[in-house]
């Protein structure tokens, strides 16, 4: 499989783009357990609706765009391949759900200020942006952490290849701020700090082939990746695809990701 990446961005509770990562984001963290992302200001009455998380994953596709000088109707249509990564990203909007419904059964005829049904389901996050952009072509939505955005990389290239879109974008988003005291319980999951992230990539034919590998152990990148960016979940493996293109290595990198127990790896040759 021939691929060559067009565009990635990256945006975590550090700043914008991979210059605002910390050496040391355990040590930056100094104690805190999660590095929230700010709610994006967008304009626009349908926005106003919109969870944080839905606004992170436009606003990760806008930075995608504007950083790649890439116009907005290049990417619009149904040639365009939309493959979307979560692993908690609508644990915040199901969390709030819960809370406002028990409310309800708590005091009967209170007024609440919780969230829609339909703001609990993941493809929410997924429409938003397909809406906004305009994107009509083959779409898929992975739940899972880097593991699985390892295959939604891996997906994105055998749509290419395949001749079933002429670009593929790759967007993943991560958020744990509004239900922290979930991972809070089972803190021994994961590693700490949690940040924060949206990531997108753009994917177009190209020169250099691609290959799925299953790993025992994580890549030099995904360490760097995991020490610099602190825990991003299905952020990470975008994280280090930006890492790689900033040190100028994004044409020649392995990628491992890993989640629950299973390794994934993408090697760009």
């Keep these: 499989m021939s691929v060559a990446l067009e565009a990635v961005s ?7 783009g991979t210059d605002a990562l910390p050496a040391d984001a ?4 100094g104690g805190r357990a999660v590095i929230p992302l700010a709610r994006p200001a967008l304009e626009g009455e349908r926005f106003r609706r919109a ?3 839905c606004l992170l994953g436009v606003a990760a596709v806008d930075a995608l765009l504007r ?3 890439i116009e907005r109707d290049i990417i619009r249509g149904c040639s365009t391949a939309f493959l979307y990564v979560t692993a908690a990203a609508y644990g915040a909007s199901n969390q709030a759900f819960v809370v406002a419904e028990a409310m309800k059964q708590a005091r009967p005829g209170a007024v609440s200020g919780g969230t829609y049904f339909p703001y609990t389901a993941p493809s929410t996050m997924a429409g938003e942006v397909a809406i906004e952009f305009e994107l009509t072509g083959p779409y898929g939505i992975l739940i899972g952490g880097a593991a699985a955005t390892i ?6 290239t055998r749509l290419i290849a395949d001749g079933r879109c002429e670009r593929a974008v790759v967007l993943a ?3 744990f701020e509004d239900c922290a005291d979930l991972y809070s319980r089972g803190r021994w999951l994961v590693k700490r700090p949690l940040v924060e992230a949206a990531a997108c990539a753009l994917l177009v034919p190209g020169a250099r082939r691609v290959r799925y590998d299953a790993p025992r152990t994580p890549s030099a990148l995904e360490t760097l990746t995991r020490a610099r960016a602190g825990e991003t979940f299905a952020c990470a493996p975008l994280i280090g695809l930006a890492l790689a293109r900033d040190a100028g290595a994004a044409d020649s990198v392995t990628l491992t990701g ?3 127990g299973r ?3 993408l090697h760009w040759e």
């Design 10 to 16: 990256v945006l975590t509770g550090w700043g914008p």
């Design 26 to 29: 355990a040590r930056a963290a």
């Design 51 to 53: 969870t944080r998380e």
């Design 67 to 69: 950083g790649g000088g």
């Design 151 to 156: 295959d939604a990389l891996w997906q994105a």
């Design 173 to 175: 988003v991560e958020t």
């Design 258 to 260: 890993e989640w629950r």
């Design 263 to 265: 390794r994934a790896g």
